[in-house]
């Protein structure tokens, strides 16, 4: 199973980048590619994670186009412990301000380690950048999304659910010359149906610039479902290649 969500990974990526021909030369776009994990061998066995994640964005004078696909899979000497996939993309549009914009997305997600065999969402909303500068940047969004879910309750129990949630988004990025980069995101999406069912996600990561596009980062994930009262913590570090072209 887990081979065939590598397969869709490449495919995702092959797909995008067979679009960049349909732009013009003005249009700025951006490849990324990291793999990273951690490892650890013992007397009673090994210990090892993986996550490895695409990006491709594409941006035009009013429109961006943000598409991103991860897995994470990791093994302990008595199970396995991750096996979690996410396809995303959305579409930023600009209007009359530069800093103001609207936003639709659609997300896929499954999830070994947060007991969801599958979950869709989609939805649309504002986002406002409150710093926007080429050193520091800070971009609060909010908005409506519809999700439908497959997840396992206690363990055993097999559910299906449909829900509407309120997402609430801070993304914020700081460089520190031309190596360092910190970036972050971090979501708190609750359900406007179920008082106590609510989504938290954050994603922080600190890149060096090794040589050219080559470079060297950790990554520290968090994910919580109170749904599936289940959570994960995630650390792992690697190499990565990007391009502007």
Known sequence: MYMKKVYFLILLLTFQLQLEAQFTDSTTKFVKLASGGTFNKTKDGSNYLFNNNAQ?????????????????YGMNPEKLTNNDFTASSNVNLYRHFTDFYYWGLINYTTSYSLNIKAQGQAGIGIAYNFLNKPNIWLNVSN??????????????????????????????????GDRFTLRTGNFFQPSLEYISDHIISSDTEFTYQLWKGLNLHTRLLYNKISRTEKENLIFTYGFGYQKYF
């Open 56 to 72: 491709f964005n594409v941006r035009k004078k009013r429109t961006v186009l943000n598409s991103t696909a991860s897995w994470i």
């Open 143 to 176: 908005g409506m999304i519809g999700e439908t879910s497959r997840i396992i309750q206690g363990d055993t129990t097999v559910i299906n659910y449909q829900t509407i949630r309120n997402s609430l988004r801070v993304q914020f990025l700081f460089k520190m």
